[in-house]
């Protein structure tokens, strides 16, 4: 499946428009796409196809840390917190993540279907490729190595934030690096 920007765009600002969320693309530049992470976190690359970007983080004034409100970390605090998932597992995920609990109840709060949403979480995903890998700090595992089980009543997370919970996706291709991120400060 390829994609177009305006199909792109509209996906990405349609299903995380009223989310507290930080969604951005970077060029991959390093092997350890680790860095490209963190260069996405302190917003210091733009998107190399000059498609939607939303960041609804503005920091408060005392705060002076582009990286805010992720903390600032080194690649192997990232590496670590991060864990691979299957195709279906992040198409689940950006579902999830349109809200701040990170469950997959989000989808109630959309007019559209959850086929409708899930074709929306595809075209997102089809941006990276076929070949593209898929990495998490949510702690939901499913019953197959890779995968989350959003069924579970408990969910756990890896903090890459200064929030109570976040919860993202980070997406991997051989070209560029996707960032789909939702803090919830409880």
């Known amino acids: 499946m390829s994609v177009d920007q305006m199909s792109w765009d509209a996906a990405v600002r349609h299903?995380?428009?009223d989310a507290f969320a930080y969604v951005a693309t970077?060029?991959?530049r390093h092997e350890d796409w680790t860095l490209d992470v963190l260069a996405l976190m302190a917003r210091a690359v733009p998107d190399p196809r000059g498609w939607a970007r939303i960041d609804d983080m503005?920091?408060?004034k005392w705060v002076k840390s582009p990286m805010w409100p992720f903390a600032e970390v080194s690649p192997e605090y990232v590496a670590s917190r991060l864990m691979e998932i299957d195709r279906d597992s992040a198409e689940n995920l950006l579902l999830a993540i349109t809200g701040g609990d990170c469950t997959l109840a989000n989808l109630q709060d959309f007019t559209e279907s959850p086929d409708e949403?899930?074709?929306?979480a595809?075209?997102?995903?089809?941006?990276?490729?076929?070949?593209?890998?898929y990495h998490t700090?949510?702690?939901?595992?499913?019953s197959a190595p890779g995968t989350l089980d959003f069924t579970l009543e408990t969910l756990g997370y890896s903090p890459m934030s200064v929030f109570t919970e976040d919860c993202g996706l980070v997406v991997v291709s051989d070209t560029e690096v996707g960032m789909f991120w939702n803090f919830n400060d409880v």
């Open 15 to 17: 299903l995380y428009g």
């Open 117 to 120: 949403l899930r074709a929306m």
């Open 26 to 28: 970077s060029p991959r």
């Open 58 to 60: 503005e920091a408060p």
């Open 137 to 142: 700090n949510v702690k939901k595992t499913g």
């Open 122 to 133: 595809r075209t997102i995903l089809a941006r990276y490729g076929n070949e593209a890998t």
